[in-house]
């Protein structure tokens, strides 16, 4: 089973095996919301199914949304049910990937832990290193065989509301990791929610300092030691990952388990939740 990353040679052999395996395209492009509609149907790899956002993983205007924020997570059972829809059995290996260094995909990883699945991988390096490694790909649309239900079980990641991050805040038993740009997370600049700053005694991390040049994920050891410098021996159990919206905080998320640090809690509502009740605090520096 993989449950964190899988190279793409790696995921060669897997498909040669036979072995039961669902593949997820969830390139995006957040400033282009049919961007990624548009890169999958132009080359996908082989048998991969379409995950959007917008559409399959965010439930805008749901009243049952599991979380805000600009992204809002659905509901659990709403999850299971499209996962059903599209072919997904409990049993499967599901590997994910985009374009974007891991940054939608981890979303839909994320998300499949909160379902109870745990045999789901990052593609390392995601469509690119699929293709230089000779991966098969083809276009157009890939037309997905209903599996029936999709069962839920207990959740293996854990969702932090913002009640649980407001009761904790100033105490020792909560560190606040934010996967935004520098000068978002210092209020400087602010392009799309309607306040600038972050979450009072949060730390910052950059969500791509994640990857290294080639586009994969840093070495284990490499990120366990950034990750023990960031947290200066603050329990690594006491993060709770956000960003904007609850999605760019997954690479953080998934880079700390890659390292041997655990898997993290995630504020899905993250900023942009934060930010829309003036009666919580913002930090600006």
């Known amino acids: 089973m993989y449950s964190t990353l899988i190279s793409a040679p790696q995921l060669q052999t897997l498909m040669a095996s036979g072995q039961p395996l669902m593949v997820f395209d969830c390139s995006f492009e957040l400033m282009q919301p049919t961007g990624g ?5 132009e080359q996908h790899l082989m048998g991969a199914v379409r995950a959007d956002l917008d559409r399959h993983l965010s439930a805008k205007g749901a009243p049952d949304a599991a979380s805000g924020g600009r992204h809002p997570l659905p509901a659990r059972e709403a999850f299971a049910a499209w996962l059903g829809s599209v ?5 499967m290996q599901v590997v994910v990937y985009d374009r974007q260094g891991a940054n939608y995909c981890g979303r839909m990883w994320w998300m499949l832990k909160w379902l109870g699945h745990e045999a789901v991988a990052v593609l390392d390096g995601g469509l690119q290193a699929w293709v230089a490694a000779g991966g098969a790909v083809e276009a157009g649309i890939k037309q997905a065989q209903p599996a029936g239900s999709y069962p839920l079980s207990a959740p293996k990641a854990v969702l932090a509301s913002t009640e649980m991050v407001l009761n904790q805040l100033g105490r020792p038993g909560q560190t606040i990791l934010d ?5 978002r997370f210092r209020g400087e600049v602010e392009p799309l929610d309607p306040v600038a700053g972050h979450i009072p005694g949060a730390l910052n991390r950059l969500f791509s300092d994640n990857i290294g040049p080639d586009g994969r994920f840093k070495p284990a050891a490499q990120l366990r030691a950034e990750f023990d410098a960031l947290l200066a021996g603050r329990d690594p159990a006491s993060v709770v ?4 919206s609850g999605v760019s905080a997954l690479p953080n998320l998934i880079a700390m388990e890659v390292a041997g640090l655990g898997r993290a809690a995630l504020y899905a509502g993250s900023w942009s939740e934060w930010c829309s009740d003036a009666s919580r605090p913002v930090a600006q520096s």
């Open 37 to 41: 509609d548009t890169q999958y149907l």
């Open 87 to 91: 072919g997904l059995a409990a049993d």
């Open 179 to 183: 996967a935004r740009a520098a000068p």
């Open 241 to 244: 990952h956000h960003c904007g």
